[in-house]
């Protein structure tokens, strides 16, 4: 069947190109500069910049930018490395800010 039941995908919010599936959110309840973030496992259609470590919240990070791959429009952010043991489970994913991506419940 194409449409599936409660199938929900996140795309860019200026062009609406699909980055994520729902089911690969490990937290909504990250914070970024201009308010709240989900944590992805992973992300598509995305972009990656250069690496640079930031003072976050939650300590030190080596991180990323990833821009939408169609519009260029920053989304968010991928975490490369942790300093401190207890966030290492961030390590390769991807936090997209709440106002840069749109729900989509039709995803096929």
């Known amino acids: 069947m194409a449409d599936e039941v409660g199938s929900r995908s996140y795309r ?10 729902h089911d690969d959110i490990v937290s909504k309840s990250f914070q970024a500069q201009t308010g709240r973030a989900f944590l992805f496992s992973h992300a598509e259609n995305i ?6 470590d930031r003072h ?26 942790a300093y401190e043991t207890s966030q290492k489970y961030k390590e390769g994913k991807v936090v997209l ?7 989509d419940d039709n995803f096929c």
Do not use: M, Q
């Open 12 to 21: 860019c919010f200026v062009c609406r190109n699909y980055v994520a599936h």
């Open 47 to 52: 972009v990656t910049g250069p690496k640079e």
């Open 56 to 81: 976050l919240l939650t300590g030190l990070h080596t991180v990323a930018d990833v821009f939408c791959s169609d519009c260029g429009d920053t989304l968010g952010w991928k975490y490369l490395k």
């Open 97 to 103: 800010e709440k106002f840069k991506i749109v729900k």
